[in-house]
């Protein structure tokens, strides 16, 4: 029974993690699809792009329509062992078509304790995937993201007992991180900077520089949406990353 309330926990989460995924993802009515795809399901290619690989011996799946979508989106694969009533099936894959477009863009894999293991998605709907994570005891270790879409991961967040511990950043697209932001108990602590990409540190942020950086690039881009182009260069480089982030999305 305790079992089953677990994966039911999990399941809720996942199903609040896709939610998340794809209210995120979609930006009101202009919804993109993917290369191939379509907002229309009646125009959804019969070719879904699985992800799981689930036309294996042993395996079994099946497909059910998640909330909002009028055609099943969610694709489970199990793994089936045993005969007769000493038959299991264990959930080793699932696969999700966030913003309904036909195109399947974030798997998970489950080990046999029915935790996540991995999970790759395709947060842009551009039918690359650019977000690959990790898990460790059934909680999210570290997430690699693309963030300017060339295929190869710029960001590497890892997590600490679930909370967020490191965050690394590659600046100059050298595919190397050149700005190390370390937390402590879910907060930022300080930052390191690679400011000549050598791969070696050469300046540390305290937590108060960070912030009074942080509220300088507030204010910087502030006065840049007024019209006033002259923002502080401090203020334009610490409100880089934010701005590469939402620039993903
Ligand atoms: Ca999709
Ligand atoms: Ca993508
Ligand atoms: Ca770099």
């Keep these: 029974m305790r079992k089953l309330e677990a994966v039911g926990a999990l399941v809720l989460t996942v199903t609040a993690v896709a939610a998340l995924a794809a209210c995120h993802g979609s930006k009101g009515p202009t919804a993109k699809s993917a290369p191939g795809g379509s907002t229309d399901p009646a125009n959804w290619p019969a ?5 799981c690989d689930y036309k294996h011996p042993g395996l079994e799946s099946n497909e059910t329509a998640g909330p909002g979508a009028l055609k099943p989106n969610v694709r489970r694969v199990y793994r089936m ?31 046999a304790k029915g ?23 059934g909680r999210m270790s570290e997430e690699d993201i693309d963030t300017n879409h060339d295929g190869r991961p710029d960001q590497w967040k890892y997590y600490t007992d679930g909370q967020l511990s490191r965050w690394k950043r590659d600046r100059n697209n050298d595919g190397k991180p050149d700005v190390w932001e370390i937390y402590s108990g879910g907060h930022l602590e ?42 502080a260069a401090a203020a334009a480089t610490a409100s880089a990353p934010a701005a590469t982030a939402d620039a993903g999305h």
């Design 47 to 51: 070719d879904d792009r699985s992800m």
């Design 115 to 137: 935790e996540p293991v991995r999970e790759d998605a395709d947060t842009n709907y551009d039918g690359k995937i650019d977000s690959w994570s990790t898990f460790v005891g």
């Design 190 to 231: 300080r930052v390191g900077y690679d400011d000549d990409y050598d791969g070696h540190v050469d300046r540390w942020d305290r937590d108060d520089e960070v912030r009074a950086n942080r509220e300088a690039a507030q204010e910087g881009s502030s006065a840049k949406d007024a019209g006033a182009d002259a923002a």
């Design 81 to 111: 062992e045993g005969e007769g009533d000493a038959r299991r099936k264990t959930l080793v894959c699932r696969e999700i078509d966030t913003n309904l477009d036909g195109i399947k863009d974030v798997v998970r894999s489950f080990n």
